[in-house]
């Protein structure tokens, strides 16, 4: 098993509470709950990084669609759409 670390968070009072709740109904530990919020957050965050640096990967070789492009065609949508 991994080694595990500890460290304080400060916490407002009624998210302390939700989260007990929470914790409470799901019969897991408060621990466990914001191990899988961690969890979830930096699972994100390294996705939309990746995500940044292939966008910029690609504009740095031209793919890109230039603004008004965009908003052209995003305007063309949106009028097929309302009809």
Known sequence: MPEKDTFSVRLDPN???QLDSLAASMDRPRSYLVGQ?????????VWKRER?????????RGEFVAHD??????????????R
């Open 15 to 17: 998210k302390r509470k």
């Open 37 to 45: 919020a961690i969890d979830q957050f930096l699972d994100y965050h």
């Open 52 to 60: 940044v640096e292939e966008g910029r990967a690609a504009a740095d």
């Open 69 to 82: 492009d965009l908003f052209e065609e995003l305007r063309r949508r949106y009028r097929a759409k309302a």
